[in-house]
């Protein structure tokens, strides 16, 4: 695609980058910025610039917060002894919009894939093992993506933690094979939650 001017080209190139935009709608954003007051722009690149430079993730599940401890693991009102095992921050906010889980959560930041060369070691199970050996725990909901590498992390899982006395279960399948927590609809998802099933009968359907 010919650009009449490298600034623009080399913003273009940069919007790109982002999932699910081609080069022909990064150029209509980039134009569409351009044409907006110089201090809209400028508020766009500095919410951009902080919540890279500010943002943290929470000390006790992982998801992105303000501050050390999220708003949710803060929250004396949800119940701590039940644990939902999500794959991203995005399945919290898929989770939490259904208004039905009052548990916390544990975000892994991935699934097992040998494939792409991630093994347990890269994601947050360690730290899930050691919040079941030192606190009330009295269920682990598995909430990842009904896929193989999703039953694979599952299971990997799963074995780390049954000898300890509490339930495991994974949500209902009643979202479709393969897809992702983030694309279901939110009465789907609530009654995957509240349907769930415990793993081990889950493994040998």
Known sequence: MELPSKLLEN??????????????????LVLHLLKQPVDQT??????LASLRNDIQYCKECHTISDSDICGICSNLSRDKTIICVVEDVRDVMAIENTGMFKGVYHVLGGKISPIEGIGPSQLKINSLVEKVKNNAVSEIIFALSSTMEGDTTNFYIYKQIKDFALKTSTIARGIAVGDELEYADEVTLGRSLLNRIPFEISIKQ
Do not use: C, D, F, H
Not at 11 to 28: C, D, H, W, Y
Not at 42 to 47: E, F, M, S, V, Y
């Open 42 to 47: 400028q508020g766009l690149t500095a919410a």
């Open 11 to 28: 913003a273009v190139n940069e919007m790109s980058q982002l999932p699910g935009i081609g080069k022909r709608t990064a150029l209509r």
